[in-house]
């Protein structure tokens, strides 16, 4: 080893300066793993959910229509349709609800 040069960890103690650029160097290491990774996932998300868009849109179901039984609460259907549309990405106006029956 040459005397006159910089070597890390050549003696069994670290300044303060020393200890303060590796602990920000590996807040930073982290921090930048950490924003690829959300990046990433990011960009997968759109592109699964492009995929899955295009798919659901050349796929209409056909359903029969039926009109909602006078005993059923009408903020129930409401809940239920908001939630398929939700759930499916779909407008209201893209799908029918034929029939809602509670199991037991």
Do not use: N
Request: hydrophobic content about 55%; proline content about 3%; glycine content about 4%.
């Amino acid at each position: 080893m040459e005397s006159g040069g910089v070597f890390m960890w050549t003696s069994e103690t670290m300044t303060l300066g020393e200890a303060a650029i590796y602990s920000i160097t590996a807040i930073a290491v982290v921090f930048l793993a950490l924003i690829s990774i959300a990046l990433f996932v990011k960009i997968i998300s759109a592109v699964v959910g492009a995929v899955v868009k295009e798919e659901s849109v050349t796929k209409p179901a056909a359903v029969q229509s039926k009109p909602v039984e006078p005993k059923q609460d009408l903020s129930v259907v409401a809940a239920i349709i908001a939630a398929v549309s939700e759930e499916t990405k779909l407008s209201v106006d893209k799908f029918k609800i034929v029939s809602i029956e509670e199991k037991k």
